[in-house]
């Protein structure tokens, strides 16, 4: 089918060379000449402008939104909307706060503009592992674009479902409609705030066995340990495995002492949203708070830890460490 893809950085251009590998007609647009042009070599239809966009799309439109969350986002999104129709569907794959999806959804459904809300996990490996999607909003909108996110997804890549699971469904192809609007990017929230938890966790477990040559400890109770041959070992039948922890381990090979990270940590968003969730319905989240503030303090002094932290943003996500002020 044909979809319009706006925003072509680390992972709206990946996702549109999957879609048209997938068969489907891309329209693509970028503030970025370079980049459009990139992607009309590769097959797809370039403009130069967010109308122009709108009119190359046959209706019911479909535009896929991948720019960073928060001012630019909603600029986009307003824009863009003043150029489509009653029936067209906007699809907002970004890191947006939910709350601000239940509200564009309500402004956009007062000119029977459909608003999707698609949490999108997969970062700079996307284009050949498929990315994770979290999808909320209008159903009918989602079912209509079902092939556009079979096409995204991973599908089963050789994962065989839970033993428990009974339902089949598009969770075990990777992606899922988790409910109406914002109830995608919630979902996506909560993920990142875990990953927030699940890095940290990986990140102290390094330091400590960096140091456990420390000249406090007893010198029989001292060890120097191969980090990266750590890191593989617990790649293979471990019960931490995990994607990660292969990033993890990558960097460790490549660089064991982690150089090339000073250790300044961002943050996203995400994982301050989670803790404003979990504020709000009072639940205990002490691991992914932590977390958050641990990404504080590496901004201040940073240790091996946050060196660990960096290692798996790059890899993951292509995220660049800050030059510090």
């Not at 720019?67 to 986009?76: A, D, L, M, W, Y």
Request: hydrophobic content about 40%; charged content about 20%.
């Amino acid at each position: 089918m044909q979809i319009a893809m706006v925003g072509l950085g680390r992972m709206g251009a990946n996702m549109a060379r999957r879609l048209m590998r997938g068969g489907h007609d891309c329209v693509v647009y970028d503030r970025n000449p370079e980049a459009v042009a990139q992607l009309v070599s590769e097959g797809a239809i370039g403009v130069a402008s967010l109308q122009e966009l709108a009119k190359k799309l046959a209706p019911p439109r479909a535009a896929w939104i991948m720019v960073p969350s928060g001012e630019i986002t909603e600029n986009t999104v307003m824009e863009l909307s003043g150029y489509l129709s009653a029936g067209d569907v906007m699809i907002d794959g970004g890191n947006s706060y939910f709350k601000d999806d239940v509200r564009r959804a309500k402004v956009l459904a007062q000119r029977g503009i459909r608003y999707l809300d698609a949490g999108t996990s997969g970062g700079v490996w996307g284009l050949e592992r498929g990315y994770c999607l979290m999808v909320g909003g209008d159903s009918a909108a989602v079912k209509n674009l079902e092939p556009v996110f079979r096409t995204l997804a991973p599908g089963g890549s050789g994962i065989p479902p839970s033993p428990g699971r009974t339902t089949g469904g598009s969770a075990e192809l990777g992606w899922l409609y988790c409910g109406p609007s914002g109830a995608g990017h919630f979902v996506k929230m909560i993920h990142n705030g875990i990953e927030y938890g699940l890095m940290q966790a990986y990140a102290e477990g390094f330091d400590i066995l960096r140091n456990a040559n420390a000249e406090s400890l007893p010198a029989d109770q001292r060890y120097e340990l191969n980090l990266a041959d750590i890191a593989e070992v617990w790649r293979r039948g471990s019960v931490v495995t995990s994607w990660l922890l292969d990033l993890s381990a990558d960097a460790l090979a490549r660089n064991p002492d982690l150089s090339e990270y000073s250790g300044f940590v961002q943050d996203s968003g995400e994982g301050r949203w989670t803790v404003q969730a979990a504020l709000d319905q009072a639940v205990p989240a002490e691991v992914l708070t932590a977390a958050l503030y641990a990404r504080f303090r590496s901004r201040q002094e940073h240790t091996f830890a946050d060196k660990i932290l960096s290692a798996m943003r790059h890899g993951f996500g292509g995220h660049v460490e800050p030059h510090e002020k």
